[in-house]
Structures are given as C-alpha cells and as structure tokens.
C-alpha cells in the first residue's frame, strides 16, 4: 500500500514525535512524515526533525486573535503539506470543533493515562492520590470532547512503591514510545492484532 502521509504537531521536545519517525524510517511501515508543525518557534522538536530533513513549520498561537483563527491557519498549512492523517505528539492546544471536524476520523492523540481514568492534565499526580496500582497511557481519535475519543490502543504500567509524579511520567513515557507507533501502524493498516515487535505488560487493542 501507498504510505499514509502524516503530519505531526508539537509544542516541545518532540519525544514521541521521534519514536513515530524512527517506526516509519521502516521500509515496511505503512506511513511517512509529511511535515512537522508546531505552535512554538523555540520547540526543540523542530530542530530534531529538520536534522532529518524532514518539512517543519511554526503557526504561532498568540500570533491570532483567536483559537478558531490560529486553527484556520494550522488546517491551510495541513492542506499544503498534503497531509493523510494528524498525530499530536506534545501539541498542548485544546482544540476547537473547526479544526476537529475538518480531520474527524484522521486525527490520533496521545494521552498519559489509561482513559476513560483521568483525562485532562496532571493524571500522574492524580493516578498517585486515587492510590490506583495501574497506570499507562492511550492513543485515541480526537474529538471535539477533551480525550473522550474512540481508543485505538492502550499501555499499562504498574505503579510501584515510591513512586512519584516525576518517576511515573518517566515510566510511562517509556511506554507511549512503544505505544504511539505501533497504534498508528494498527490505525492505518486496520490490523485486529498488535504487531509482534510491540510489548507492554497490558494491551488493549481498543474498540
């Protein structure tokens, strides 16, 4: 099949948006970065993927008079880039139902906690005060609900004694590494089963 052209966005580091691109230099994954896009000038993930030679772009969020105005922007440049598909990798914009429903159905998130538990922010520290034993994270489809989308896919890790919301966030990005790749692979592919390559200590395939 024909590589799916991706966009990736970003606001920082950009650390899942390397373990994405690392999955398709593969010769046999089924998708390609088309550009990376981010609303911050100074995000270290530019740097990272124009040292692959890869298209990047910034469309400064406090450039507009409204999120609706940054988000028609942000569609126009997905447009040019001939993108497939979105993954937000780190892009720390709420976003609105503009930009949702122009990419309905084509759009992935990453989310640091096993949803429907704990959506929104700080789910380390919350996952610590609700004393549960499992954490992890979720790729899911973006909808206009804030991390209510259909889940592709899910990694657990257990929480150990000691933990705190630092040592947890560090564990369980360890995990989205492994996760976002092989969710987007499923994703494209429509496959029923993980691929082998992926492990965790919980999998769940999604719905």
Known sequence: MTPRRVAILISGRGTNMVALLDAMAADDFPATCAVVLSNRGDAKGLE???SRGLATGVVDHTAYPDRE???IELHARLLN???DLVCLAGFMRVLTPYLVSKW???MLNIHPSLLPAFPGLHT???ALDARVRIHG???HEVTAGVDAGPIVGQAAIPILPGDDPDTLATR???A???LYPACLKRFVTGAEDPPPSFTSPVYNPGV
């Open 48 to 50: 990272t993927a124009a």
């Open 69 to 71: 105005r940054f988000e």
């Open 81 to 83: 880039a001939d993108a």
């Open 104 to 106: 309905a159905g084509r």
């Open 124 to 126: 380390h520290r919350r």
């Open 137 to 139: 994270c979720t790729v």
């Open 172 to 174: 369980v990005l360890e």
């Open 176 to 178: 989205e590494h492994g």
